[in-house]
Every structure is written in structure tokens, then in C-alpha cells.
């Protein structure tokens, strides 16, 4: 039997989630998480075999979760069930550990085949996110803007920046000086070569950060 813990902020995406796995006798749900540092204790804690994971959380994104995990649980098996899918996304979400991605518009019998492939070893992409992979290998000009070259901590203030907290808030939430956190903005925007936080804002939507209803 498979050990698996849901990650998904969505209360209602996440009790779906679960009722589908129940049904299966081949898996255990063993916990649940709906932010980004709580799933990194938890996964480091218990030790799943199959982690089922939002693309964006609160806290961390699913790309700096897997980044954290994946080195430390060996034979770990990804199945990233996302709203939001692009080029960067996914291929960020591939590099970090993810063996499957399936869009949540793509049905629950997708998400299904989606869990039995990636837990039984193998790799599997939802029509849509096919789709998207094909149109990029067609058209290498495809956006691939990545944020490889940014700091794990510069890419917490990014999102957080994004999701429009002030520096105090930041400050606050990472448990740093609001002069740490000026000094990580300012390496942002010098790194990124981007000068306000609407553009930060829509960069961090590019790579997958954060969600694009942050930005009006």
C-alpha cells in the first residue's frame, strides 16, 4: 500500500482528492497540507511515497517544496494536479522532481490515470499540458524565462512581493528584518532588471509563483 499526502490550499479540491483515493485499497492517505512550509515538514516527517501537489501555495510554491523534499526522500513519486499550467511552469516543475501534471480542468478519470502511472513508476501529462508540451517543442521561441539564478529566500520575497504584502508583513512572515527584506527587493530588481511591483508581480506570474488574479 502507497503512503500519499495531498498538498492543495483548496479544501474542496483537497476532500475530492481524497474521496477518489479512498476507493483504491492500493493507497493510504497518511496527511494533508494546504501551505507551503507546513507540506515540507510534513513530507519530511512522514515519508510518502506519492506526494500529490498543487503547483501554488501559500508560503512556498510546489517547485520550492519539491526543491526542498526531493533530495532528502529518495524514490518520492510527484503528481502535480494544477489550475495553471505553462511552459515555465511545468518544465521548472519537471527539473525540481515532478514525474506527472495534470490540469484540474482535465477530469477526475485523468487525475485517476494520472496517480496509478506516476505511483506505479512511470510519467504521465494531461491532455492539455501534452498539448502544451508539443506546441513548445514545435515552437522553441515559446517563453522560458526561468528563475533558476534567484536565491531560495529571493524567491520567497518574490511571492511575497507578488501577493502584495508590504515589507513589514514580509518581514513579519519569513521572521527577518524589514532591512533584510529591502536589501532582497533590491536584488530582485536589480537580478530581474525589473524597477516596480507590477512587474514583479507579473514575473513572478510568469514562473509560476503566484496566481494572476494577484494582479489587477
Not at 533530495?71 to 499550467?85: A, D, M, P, T
Not at 511545468?90 to 490540469?103: S, Y
Not at 501534452?130 to 517543442?137: F, G, K, M, Q, T
Amino acid at each position: 500500500m502507497k503512503r500519499v499526502i495531498l498538498i492543495e490550499d483548496q479544501t474542496a479540491i483537497r476532500e475530492m482528492q481524497s474521496e477518489i483515493i479512498r476507493m483504491s485499497p492500493d493507497y493510504k492517505i497518511v496527511g494533508e497540507a494546504g501551505e507551503g512550509h507546513q507540506a515540507v515538514a510534513l513530507c519530511l516527517e512522514l515519508k510518502p511515497d506519492v506526494i500529490i501537489l498543487d503547483a501554488r501555495l501559500p508560503g512556498l510554491s510546489g517547485v520550492d517544496i519539491l526543491r526542498r523534499i526531493n533530495k532528502q526522500l529518495k524514490g518520492l513519486r510527484v503528481l502535480v494536479f494544477s489550475g495553471h499550467e505553462n511552459p515555465v511552469l511545468i518544465r521548472e516543475m519537471l527539473e525540481a522532481g515532478a514525474h506527472g501534471f495534470v490540469e484540474k480542468t482535465a477530469g477526475l478519470m485523468e487525475f485517476k490515470k494520472g496517480l496509478e502511472t506516476v505511483a506505479n513508476g512511470g510519467t504521465y501529462f494531461g491532455p492539455a499540458v501534452a498539448a502544451l508540451l508539443r506546441s513548445v517543442v514545435a515552437n522553441p521561441s515559446v517563453s522560458t524565462a526561468s528563475s533558476d539564478f534567484l536565491t531560495d529566500r529571493e524567491r520567497e520575497v518574490l511571492q511575497l512581493v507578488a501577493e502584495s504584502n508590504s515589507t513589514k508583513e514580509i518581514a513579519v512572515k519569513l521572521n527577518i528584518s524589514v532591512k533584510t527584506v529591502d536589501n532582497h527587493r533590491t536584488n530582485l530588481m536589480r537580478k530581474l532588471n525589473l524597477h516596480d511591483v507590477a512587474s514583479l508581480t507579473r514575473y513572478a506570474i510568469e514562473i509560476g509563483l503566484v496566481q494572476p488574479r494577484h494582479l489587477s
